[in-house]
Protein backbone atom coordinates (compact mmCIF):
# COMPACT_ATOMS: atom_id res chain seq x y z
CA UNK A 1 0.00 0.00 0.00
CA UNK A 2 0.83 3.86 -0.26
CA UNK A 3 1.91 5.69 2.46
CA UNK A 4 2.84 9.48 3.49
CA UNK A 5 6.23 9.16 5.85
CA UNK A 6 8.80 11.49 6.87
CA UNK A 7 12.17 10.47 5.39
CA UNK A 8 15.45 11.46 6.45
CA UNK A 9 17.55 10.69 3.93
CA UNK A 10 21.49 10.92 4.71
CA UNK A 11 22.86 12.35 8.33
CA UNK A 12 21.66 16.10 9.21
CA UNK A 13 18.99 16.46 6.79
CA UNK A 14 15.64 17.90 6.86
CA UNK A 15 12.30 15.62 7.39
CA UNK A 16 11.03 15.11 3.65
CA UNK A 17 7.34 13.93 3.76
CA UNK A 18 7.50 11.33 0.76
CA UNK A 19 4.81 8.37 -0.96
CA UNK A 20 6.51 5.12 -0.15
CA UNK A 21 5.19 1.65 -0.12
CA UNK A 22 4.46 -0.44 2.56
CA UNK A 23 4.95 -4.21 2.02
CA UNK A 24 1.93 -6.06 3.00
CA UNK A 25 1.79 -7.91 6.21
CA UNK A 26 3.01 -11.25 7.33
CA UNK A 27 1.08 -13.87 9.33
CA UNK A 28 2.12 -12.57 12.35
CA UNK A 29 2.39 -8.81 11.56
CA UNK A 30 -0.30 -6.12 12.13
CA UNK A 31 -0.84 -3.12 10.30
CA UNK A 32 -1.48 0.21 12.27
CA UNK A 33 -2.88 3.46 11.14
CA UNK A 34 -0.85 5.53 13.43
CA UNK A 35 -2.79 8.69 15.22
CA UNK A 36 0.35 10.40 16.21
CA UNK A 37 3.42 10.40 16.67
CA UNK A 38 5.67 11.79 19.54
CA UNK A 39 9.25 13.24 18.72
CA UNK A 40 11.77 12.06 20.93
CA UNK A 41 15.78 12.94 21.73
CA UNK A 42 16.69 9.63 20.54
CA UNK A 43 15.53 10.77 17.24
CA UNK A 44 17.88 13.67 16.61
CA UNK A 45 20.51 11.61 18.07
CA UNK A 46 19.58 8.88 15.14
CA UNK A 47 19.27 11.79 12.56
CA UNK A 48 22.22 13.09 13.71
CA UNK A 49 23.99 10.03 12.59
CA UNK A 50 24.03 7.96 15.53
CA UNK A 51 22.26 5.46 12.93
CA UNK A 52 23.97 3.41 10.27
CA UNK A 53 20.86 3.10 7.72
CA UNK A 54 19.70 5.75 5.51
CA UNK A 55 17.38 6.62 4.24
CA UNK A 56 15.06 6.17 7.31
CA UNK A 57 11.87 6.33 8.57
CA UNK A 58 12.69 7.39 12.58
CA UNK A 59 9.44 7.70 14.99
CA UNK A 60 9.13 5.65 18.03
CA UNK A 61 6.83 7.14 20.31
CA UNK A 62 3.52 6.17 18.10
CA UNK A 63 -0.27 5.40 18.59
CA UNK A 64 -2.83 4.23 16.53
CA UNK A 65 -5.55 2.39 15.58
CA UNK A 66 -4.96 -1.19 13.90
CA UNK A 67 -5.82 -1.56 10.58
CA UNK A 68 -5.21 -5.48 9.76
CA UNK A 69 -3.85 -8.16 11.64
CA UNK A 70 -2.31 -11.27 9.88
CA UNK A 71 -3.73 -15.21 10.07
CA UNK A 72 -1.75 -15.79 13.38
CA UNK A 73 -2.61 -13.07 15.02
CA UNK A 74 -4.42 -13.64 18.53
CA UNK A 75 -4.04 -10.93 21.03
CA UNK A 76 -5.18 -7.84 18.18
CA UNK A 77 -7.90 -6.92 16.18
CA UNK A 78 -8.67 -4.38 13.34
CA UNK A 79 -10.11 -1.19 15.80
CA UNK A 80 -8.17 -1.93 18.62
CA UNK A 81 -6.28 1.41 19.82
CA UNK A 82 -2.61 1.00 20.59
CA UNK A 83 0.65 2.59 21.92
CA UNK A 84 3.67 1.35 19.63
CA UNK A 85 6.77 0.69 22.17
CA UNK A 86 10.12 -1.21 21.15
CA UNK A 87 10.47 -5.07 20.04
CA UNK A 88 11.55 -8.12 22.13
CA UNK A 89 11.67 -11.42 21.23
CA UNK A 90 9.40 -13.02 24.11
CA UNK A 91 11.64 -16.37 24.61
CA UNK A 92 14.82 -15.73 25.85
CA UNK A 93 16.33 -16.17 29.31
CA UNK A 94 15.46 -12.02 30.03
CA UNK A 95 12.30 -12.13 28.20
CA UNK A 96 10.97 -15.09 30.50
CA UNK A 97 12.32 -13.83 33.47
CA UNK A 98 10.26 -10.36 32.81
CA UNK A 99 13.05 -7.85 31.50
CA UNK A 100 12.06 -7.86 27.80
CA UNK A 101 14.60 -4.38 27.81
CA UNK A 102 17.32 -6.81 28.14
CA UNK A 103 16.07 -8.76 25.64
CA UNK A 104 18.89 -11.12 23.96
CA UNK A 105 17.71 -9.78 20.62
CA UNK A 106 17.31 -6.03 21.45
CA UNK A 107 19.38 -4.48 19.30
CA UNK A 108 18.90 -6.98 16.29
CA UNK A 109 15.03 -6.07 16.46
CA UNK A 110 14.87 -2.73 17.03
CA UNK A 111 17.87 -1.46 14.74
CA UNK A 112 19.10 -3.01 12.20
CA UNK A 113 16.58 -1.13 10.10
CA UNK A 114 14.78 -3.92 8.78
CA UNK A 115 12.73 -7.21 9.52
CA UNK A 116 15.20 -10.06 10.85
CA UNK A 117 15.46 -12.08 7.72
CA UNK A 118 16.41 -8.88 6.13
CA UNK A 119 13.45 -7.55 4.28
CA UNK A 120 12.07 -4.44 4.68
CA UNK A 121 8.77 -2.49 5.57
CA UNK A 122 9.57 0.13 3.23
CA UNK A 123 10.71 1.23 -0.20
CA UNK A 124 10.53 4.03 -2.71
CA UNK A 125 8.68 3.38 -6.12
CA UNK A 126 12.08 2.27 -8.09
CA UNK A 127 12.43 -0.55 -5.60
CA UNK A 128 15.29 1.40 -3.57
CA UNK A 129 15.14 0.43 0.45
CA UNK A 130 14.15 2.96 2.81
CA UNK A 131 15.09 1.42 6.31
CA UNK A 132 12.95 1.52 9.94
CA UNK A 133 13.77 2.21 13.29
CA UNK A 134 13.15 1.06 16.84
CA UNK A 135 10.77 -1.53 14.81
CA UNK A 136 7.87 1.14 14.83
CA UNK A 137 8.69 4.08 12.34
CA UNK A 138 5.96 6.09 13.35
CA UNK A 139 6.57 9.30 11.40
CA UNK A 140 4.31 7.70 8.35
CA UNK A 141 0.52 7.42 8.17
CA UNK A 142 0.73 3.18 8.36
CA UNK A 143 3.59 1.35 9.75
CA UNK A 144 3.62 -2.25 10.75
CA UNK A 145 4.27 -4.09 13.69
CA UNK A 146 4.38 -7.13 16.16
CA UNK A 147 1.91 -8.31 18.71
CA UNK A 148 4.73 -7.83 21.05
CA UNK A 149 5.16 -4.13 19.94
CA UNK A 150 1.67 -3.38 20.97
CA UNK A 151 -0.12 -2.00 24.37
CA UNK A 152 -3.86 -2.05 23.96
CA UNK A 153 -5.45 1.02 25.61
CA UNK A 154 -9.06 1.89 26.51
CA UNK A 155 -10.88 3.63 23.51
CA UNK A 156 -11.89 6.72 26.30
CA UNK A 157 -8.20 7.60 26.34
CA UNK A 158 -6.91 10.33 23.73
CA UNK A 159 -4.50 8.47 21.34
CA UNK A 160 -3.01 11.96 20.35
CA UNK A 161 -1.51 12.30 23.78
CA UNK A 162 -0.41 9.09 24.50
CA UNK A 163 2.70 7.73 22.17
CA UNK A 164 5.33 9.02 24.64
CA UNK A 165 4.45 6.63 26.85
CA UNK A 166 6.06 4.09 24.46
CA UNK A 167 9.30 5.67 24.84
CA UNK A 168 10.24 9.07 26.84
CA UNK A 169 7.51 9.08 29.66
CA UNK A 170 8.14 5.39 29.59
CA UNK A 171 12.32 5.78 29.99
CA UNK A 172 11.58 8.64 32.66
CA UNK A 173 9.39 7.14 35.05
CA UNK A 174 11.02 3.06 34.44
CA UNK A 175 14.07 4.32 35.43
CA UNK A 176 13.03 5.33 38.55
CA UNK A 177 9.95 2.97 38.88
CA UNK A 178 12.08 -0.33 37.64
CA UNK A 179 15.74 0.51 37.27
CA UNK A 180 16.35 2.61 40.59
CA UNK A 181 13.46 1.37 42.73
CA UNK A 182 14.01 3.92 45.56
CA UNK A 183 12.60 3.50 49.10
CA UNK A 184 10.17 6.21 50.60
CA UNK A 185 12.23 8.56 52.05
CA UNK A 186 15.42 8.46 49.77
CA UNK A 187 16.64 11.21 48.12
CA UNK A 188 17.22 11.54 43.82
CA UNK A 189 18.95 14.25 41.90
CA UNK A 190 17.53 14.35 38.21
CA UNK A 191 19.79 16.01 35.94
CA UNK A 192 17.87 17.49 32.75
CA UNK A 193 14.69 18.28 33.32
CA UNK A 194 13.59 17.44 29.78
CA UNK A 195 10.77 14.59 28.91
CA UNK A 196 12.69 12.17 30.33
CA UNK A 197 13.71 14.54 33.17
CA UNK A 198 10.51 15.30 33.99
CA UNK A 199 8.79 11.84 33.65
CA UNK A 200 11.42 10.76 36.01
CA UNK A 201 10.52 13.69 38.70
CA UNK A 202 7.01 12.77 38.76
CA UNK A 203 7.67 8.63 39.39
CA UNK A 204 10.26 9.63 41.90
CA UNK A 205 7.59 11.49 43.56
CA UNK A 206 4.77 8.42 43.86
CA UNK A 207 7.58 5.95 45.01
CA UNK A 208 8.09 8.80 48.08
CA UNK A 209 11.01 10.34 47.36
CA UNK A 210 11.90 13.37 50.69
CA UNK A 211 13.86 15.15 48.32
CA UNK A 212 13.66 15.71 44.70
CA UNK A 213 16.14 17.97 43.43
CA UNK A 214 16.16 18.91 39.37
CA UNK A 215 19.17 20.35 37.47
CA UNK A 216 18.88 22.55 34.05
CA UNK A 217 20.12 25.27 33.09
CA UNK A 218 16.87 26.42 31.42
CA UNK A 219 14.92 28.59 34.46
CA UNK A 220 11.72 27.60 32.75
CA UNK A 221 12.48 24.02 32.56
CA UNK A 222 12.91 23.97 36.22
CA UNK A 223 9.63 25.79 37.09
CA UNK A 224 7.83 23.18 35.22
CA UNK A 225 9.53 20.61 37.10
CA UNK A 226 8.79 22.69 40.34
CA UNK A 227 4.99 21.87 39.53
CA UNK A 228 5.80 18.46 38.83
CA UNK A 229 7.55 17.22 42.08
CA UNK A 230 10.78 19.12 42.48
CA UNK A 231 11.58 20.06 45.72
CA UNK A 232 14.32 22.00 44.94
CA UNK A 233 15.77 23.08 41.62
CA UNK A 234 18.80 24.00 41.08
CA UNK A 235 20.19 25.96 37.43
CA UNK A 236 23.91 24.70 37.39
CA UNK A 237 24.59 28.16 34.95
CA UNK A 238 24.15 29.89 38.32
CA UNK A 239 24.95 27.85 41.12
CA UNK A 240 27.86 24.83 41.94
CA UNK A 241 25.62 21.80 41.95
CA UNK A 242 28.03 19.78 44.02
CA UNK A 243 28.41 22.31 46.57
CA UNK A 244 24.41 23.01 46.70
CA UNK A 245 23.25 19.17 46.74
CA UNK A 246 26.32 18.67 49.63
CA UNK A 247 24.02 21.56 51.52
CA UNK A 248 20.79 20.42 50.79
CA UNK A 249 21.48 17.33 52.09
CA UNK A 250 23.27 17.64 54.92
CA UNK A 251 26.79 17.18 53.16
CA UNK A 252 25.27 13.38 52.86
CA UNK A 253 25.16 13.56 48.80
CA UNK A 254 21.53 11.84 47.09
CA UNK A 255 21.20 8.19 47.64
CA UNK A 256 20.05 8.00 43.36
CA UNK A 257 20.82 10.07 40.76
CA UNK A 258 19.86 10.42 36.87
CA UNK A 259 21.74 11.95 34.27
CA UNK A 260 19.53 12.57 31.04
CA UNK A 261 22.07 15.22 29.62
CA UNK A 262 24.62 12.99 27.74
CA UNK A 263 26.99 16.46 28.62
CA UNK A 264 30.03 14.04 30.30
CA UNK A 265 30.95 16.43 33.55
CA UNK A 266 26.93 16.54 33.79
CA UNK A 267 27.41 12.50 34.10
CA UNK A 268 30.65 12.76 36.21
CA UNK A 269 28.58 15.19 38.69
CA UNK A 270 25.89 12.78 38.88
CA UNK A 271 28.38 10.22 39.97
CA UNK A 272 30.39 12.30 42.56
CA UNK A 273 27.18 13.62 44.27
CA UNK A 274 25.58 10.43 45.09
CA UNK A 275 26.09 9.45 48.98
CA UNK A 276 27.95 6.08 50.33
CA UNK A 277 25.97 3.53 48.95
CA UNK A 278 24.08 5.71 46.36
CA UNK A 279 23.35 4.85 42.69
CA UNK A 280 23.62 6.71 39.55
CA UNK A 281 21.70 5.54 36.36
CA UNK A 282 23.63 8.12 33.22
CA UNK A 283 20.89 7.33 30.97
CA UNK A 284 21.28 9.88 28.19
CA UNK A 285 22.06 9.16 24.23
CA UNK A 286 25.91 10.23 24.15
CA UNK A 287 28.43 9.58 22.22
CA UNK A 288 31.03 10.85 24.98
CA UNK A 289 32.48 8.52 27.62
CA UNK A 290 33.16 9.67 31.08
CA UNK A 291 36.20 8.25 33.22
CA UNK A 292 35.68 6.96 36.37
CA UNK A 293 37.53 5.50 38.97
CA UNK A 294 36.59 2.56 40.29
CA UNK A 295 38.49 2.32 43.38
CA UNK A 296 37.93 5.91 44.33
CA UNK A 297 34.47 6.69 42.51
CA UNK A 298 32.64 3.49 43.08
CA UNK A 299 34.45 1.01 45.23
CA UNK A 300 35.57 2.95 48.27
CA UNK A 301 31.72 3.90 48.79
CA UNK A 302 29.91 1.24 47.58
CA UNK A 303 28.29 2.90 44.82
CA UNK A 304 26.76 1.43 41.70
CA UNK A 305 26.36 2.72 38.14
CA UNK A 306 23.37 1.03 36.39
CA UNK A 307 22.24 1.37 33.08
CA UNK A 308 18.85 1.43 32.03
CA UNK A 309 17.52 0.86 29.08
CA UNK A 310 13.72 2.04 28.11
CA UNK A 311 12.87 2.19 31.90
CA UNK A 312 13.39 -0.99 32.66
CA UNK A 313 9.96 -1.63 31.33
CA UNK A 314 7.08 -3.79 30.16
CA UNK A 315 5.54 -1.74 28.01
CA UNK A 316 2.42 -3.79 28.30
CA UNK A 317 2.38 -3.30 32.19
CA UNK A 318 3.57 0.00 32.42
CA UNK A 319 1.83 2.01 29.79
CA UNK A 320 -1.38 0.90 31.78
CA UNK A 321 0.12 1.90 34.94
CA UNK A 322 0.79 5.40 34.03
CA UNK A 323 -2.05 5.97 31.98
CA UNK A 324 -3.73 5.54 35.30
CA UNK A 325 -1.59 7.81 37.69
CA UNK A 326 -2.43 10.35 34.43
CA UNK A 327 -6.35 9.62 35.70
CA UNK A 328 -5.35 9.97 39.52
CA UNK A 329 -3.51 13.43 38.86
CA UNK A 330 0.30 11.72 39.33
CA UNK A 331 1.79 11.64 36.42
CA UNK A 332 0.71 14.82 34.02
CA UNK A 333 2.31 14.46 31.78
CA UNK A 334 0.09 16.01 28.91
CA UNK A 335 1.31 19.38 30.48
CA UNK A 336 4.42 19.00 28.60
CA UNK A 337 2.93 17.95 25.13
CA UNK A 338 3.05 20.04 22.30
CA UNK A 339 0.78 19.26 18.95
CA UNK A 340 2.07 19.78 15.35
CA UNK A 341 1.20 18.81 12.25
CA UNK A 342 2.64 16.17 10.27
CA UNK A 343 3.76 18.41 7.90
CA UNK A 344 5.14 20.89 10.46
CA UNK A 345 7.65 17.71 11.30
CA UNK A 346 11.11 20.16 10.89
CA UNK A 347 9.27 22.96 12.85
CA UNK A 348 8.84 20.46 15.61
CA UNK A 349 11.86 18.83 15.80
CA UNK A 350 13.92 21.93 15.70
CA UNK A 351 11.65 23.19 18.72
CA UNK A 352 12.47 20.16 20.91
CA UNK A 353 16.28 21.00 20.28
CA UNK A 354 16.37 24.29 21.18
CA UNK A 355 14.23 23.61 24.33
CA UNK A 356 10.96 25.50 23.24
CA UNK A 357 8.79 22.67 23.12
CA UNK A 358 9.33 19.66 25.85
CA UNK A 359 7.46 16.91 23.92
CA UNK A 360 6.24 17.20 20.24
CA UNK A 361 3.52 15.73 18.88
CA UNK A 362 2.70 15.31 15.76
CA UNK A 363 -1.00 14.20 14.99
CA UNK A 364 -0.74 12.29 11.51
CA UNK A 365 -4.26 11.23 10.92
CA UNK A 366 -5.99 14.84 11.80
CA UNK A 367 -9.55 13.31 11.20
CA UNK A 368 -9.23 11.23 14.71
CA UNK A 369 -11.88 12.47 17.54
CA UNK A 370 -10.56 11.41 21.10
CA UNK A 371 -12.60 9.12 22.32
CA UNK A 372 -14.46 7.28 20.13
N1 LIG B 1 18.09 4.98 27.97
C1 LIG B 1 17.03 4.97 27.18
O1 LIG B 1 16.38 3.96 26.99
C2 LIG B 1 16.55 6.24 26.54
C3 LIG B 1 15.24 6.30 26.00
C4 LIG B 1 14.77 7.53 25.54
C5 LIG B 1 15.59 8.65 25.55
N2 LIG B 1 16.89 8.52 26.02
C6 LIG B 1 17.80 9.67 26.06
O2 LIG B 1 17.50 10.43 27.21
C7 LIG B 1 18.01 11.76 27.02
C8 LIG B 1 17.00 12.80 27.46
O3 LIG B 1 15.91 12.83 26.55
P1 LIG B 1 14.86 14.04 26.59
O4 LIG B 1 13.84 13.75 25.55
O5 LIG B 1 14.42 14.29 28.00
O6 LIG B 1 15.81 15.24 26.08
P2 LIG B 1 15.67 16.78 26.35
O7 LIG B 1 16.58 17.46 25.39
O8 LIG B 1 14.22 17.18 26.39
O9 LIG B 1 16.21 16.98 27.86
C9 LIG B 1 17.54 17.17 28.19
C10 LIG B 1 17.59 18.28 29.24
O10 LIG B 1 18.95 18.45 29.66
C11 LIG B 1 19.19 19.83 29.88
N3 LIG B 1 20.61 20.10 29.81
C12 LIG B 1 21.40 20.17 28.71
N4 LIG B 1 22.68 20.45 29.08
C13 LIG B 1 22.69 20.55 30.42
C14 LIG B 1 23.70 20.83 31.37
N5 LIG B 1 24.97 21.06 31.00
N6 LIG B 1 23.35 20.85 32.68
C15 LIG B 1 22.08 20.62 33.07
N7 LIG B 1 21.07 20.36 32.21
C16 LIG B 1 21.37 20.33 30.90
C17 LIG B 1 18.39 20.51 28.76
O11 LIG B 1 18.14 21.88 29.06
C18 LIG B 1 17.13 19.66 28.72
O12 LIG B 1 16.13 20.20 29.56
C19 LIG B 1 18.39 11.84 25.54
O13 LIG B 1 19.79 11.68 25.40
C20 LIG B 1 17.67 10.65 24.93
O14 LIG B 1 18.29 10.21 23.74
C21 LIG B 1 17.36 7.35 26.52
ZN1 LIG C 1 14.15 -11.78 24.40
ZN1 LIG D 1 12.93 7.50 22.49
Redesign the pocket.
Known sequence: MKVKAAVINEVDSPYVLEELTLSDIREDEILVKMVASGI???DA?ARAGGYPWYPVVLGHEGSGIVEKVGSAVRGFEPGDHVVLSYLYCGHCSNCLTGLPASCEEWMNFNLSGAREDGSLYFQREDGSPVYNFVSQSSFSTHTIVYERNLTKVDKSVDLRLVGPLG??FL?GSGTVLNGLKPSPGSTIAI???????LAAMMAAKISGCSQIIG????DN?LEVAKQLGATHTIN?KDVDVLSEIKRLTNDKGVNYSID????PS?ARTSIEILAVGGVAAP????KHGVEVNFNADLNMLNRTIKG???GNAVPQLSIPQLIQFYKDGQFSFDQLVKFYKFDEINEASHDSST?KT?KPILIIDEDYVPGT
Do not use: N, Q, W
Not at 191 to 197: E, H, I, M, Y
Open positions: CHSVCGTFGTGAVGVDIHRSTTGVVIASSVLMGI
